[in-house]
Structures are given as C-alpha cells and as structure tokens.
C-alpha cells in the first residue's frame, strides 16, 4: 500500500521568501509522485512530477522538487515566494500498474504575507 | 478541446434525495476517473474506468453510489438517498491510457446535503 504525508497543514511565508513544502511518500514499489495546487473552490492544476531519470525536477511557476529516495521524500520548493501563489498544495503518488490512481496527502495550505 | 468540464458546479439537496453529476472528459483520454474531497482533506478515489468499462471501484463508493459511462465518452455519478455525509467536491479526471503523467481535472461539484 501507498501513503503520502505531508508535513505541516498550514506554511505561512514573506513574499520573496524560500517556499518549501514537506512531502514524505511510503511505497513497496518504484513511485511516480506528483505535486498539484487547488485554489479555492477549483479542481487541482499538475505543478511537476517525477517518474524516472534526473531526480531534481521543475514545475511550472518557478516550482521544483527533488526526489530523494533514501530519504522517502519529494519536497516542493520555490526560491521566492509571490502573493498569487497562495494556494493548496497537494503531493500525491502511484506507482505503474496500479491503473494510475492516485493516492493524495491531506494537502498544505500556503499563505503569502507582505 | 477546453479541458475536464463538470456539471453542475454547485448542488444543494436535501437528505433523501438522488442526485447526479456529469463529468465531460477531455476528448483523447479514454481513462476516466472519479474522487472525493471532504473539507481539510485530499482527494480520495472512487471509481475509474478504461473507455467504457468501469475497472476499479474504492470501498468509500458504497450501494448508494453508482457511475458509468456508457459510451466511453462522458460520466455520470449518481448518489441516491443522500446523507449529510455525502457532502463534498466531487472531482473528475481524465488521462491517457498508462499515462503517468498526471491527469486533468475537472473543476468539481460541490455537494451540499442539507
């Protein structure tokens, strides 16, 4: 079974302040993981995702993760945080053959201050 | 191709009754999917088909809960009996078939039993 765990349900940044976003994945098999953002009363847009190869990488806004698979986790990351950023985020894992469904934290609401 | 759209974005209904959603996918994907998210929480799966045959279901989807998709384009969820439980957003998706690279989501029905 699959389960992904993200640390800290609310993060509060400065805008142009360092975003990161904590996601630690459990899996028994090579994951797929996946970063997404929801604004309010929207569905989720895909930030980046790491399926196989270079293990650092880029998102769409400015936003990365790296892919540490001693350290179970893929954390999200922005060097400088903008006010429209504030959002949902959610880190989610599958695996290939588990008919891509996807196994989602609880999610971290980013808020960006002046 | 305008992307996931779901209809309606907004439901209110009173305990007891039936409800239906539709979820129109993007065109291309013949994987169609179906989640649940409660307030504070991720989004949970429910059901997904390939084309037209409904492949998985979670067991969150109970008696009451029933989706198809009949020519392998467009979805239908219906909740009979509602409960107050049943309250949510109700996300669909679409992607390719073994795409691991993310899905497209809908913007959601938001239910509210009352």
């Known amino acids: 079974a699959q389960s992904v765990t993200q640390l800290g349900s609310h993060v509060s940044v400065s805008e142009g302040a360092l975003v990161l976003l904590r996601c630690n994945y459990s899996s028994s098999v090579p994951p797929y993981l996946f970063w997404y953002v929801q604004y309010p009363n929207q569905g989720l847009q895909l930030l980046l995702k790491?399926?196989?190869?270079?293990?650092l990488v880029k998102g769409i806004n400015g936003f990365e993760a790296e892919f540490k698979k001693s350290e179970t986790s893929f954390h999200l990351t922005k060097p400088s945080a903008h006010m429209s950023d504030a959002a949902e985020y959610f880190c989610?894992?599958?695996?290939?053959?588990?008919?891509?469904?996807?196994?989602f934290g609880t999610g971290t609401q980013l808020k960006v201050e002046l | 191709d305008t992307g996931v759209s779901q209809d309606p974005r907004h439901k209110i209904t009173k305990r007891g009754q039936n409800v239906t959603f539709r979820c129109d996918p993007i065109?291309?994907?013949?994987?169609l999917y179906w989640y649940r998210q409660t307030l504070g929480q991720g989004p949970e799966f429910l059901t997904y088909?390939?084309?037209?045959?409904?492949?998985?279901k979670s067991r969150l989807l109970s008696d009451r809960f029933s989706a198809e998709r009949p020519k392998g384009s467009f979805s239908t969820l219906e909740i009979q009996r509602t409960e107050q439980g049943d309250s949510a957003m109700y996300l669909c998706?679409?992607?390719?078939?073994?795409?691991?690279?993310?899905?497209?989501f809908g913007s959601g029905t938001r239910l509210t039993v009352v």
């Open positions: 998706a679409s992607s390719l078939q073994d795409s691991i690279y993310g899905y497209t």
């Open positions: 088909f390939q084309n037209e045959a409904q492949l998985e």
């Open positions: 065109s291309e994907h013949n994987r």
């Open positions: 790491y399926t196989t190869g270079a293990t």
């Open positions: 989610a894992v599958t695996f290939t053959g588990g008919g891509n469904k996807l196994t």
